[in-house]
């Protein structure tokens, strides 16, 4: 089973998550995270990517979360599919 990462959030305002391969987009009001072959979508007000590392997988998300929701497999181009 493939690992979806795990998610600590501390009173709506700090989220830590794990198994983080890539932060696809961001703004205050939301952040798209790539977790292996799925996405994170984490949605609030004033939303901040404290601290990010692909190497350990670690991210910390500062801000009012008011949502966390997978969003699914992260489609793979077809170079990808072909070199994999």
Known sequence: MENNG???????????????SDVESFDEKRIVLRLGENRLVVEGSGLKINSVSVET????????????????????????????
Not at 57 to 80: F, H, K, M, N, Q
């Open 57 to 84: 997988g670690e991210a910390v998300i500062t801000g009012l979360v008011d949502s966390c929701a997978y969003a699914g497999s992260v489609r793979r181009s077809l170079w990808g599919k072909l070199a994999k």
């Open 6 to 20: 795990n998610l600590i959030l501390e009173n709506r305002e700090k989220l830590c998550v794990s198994a983080v």
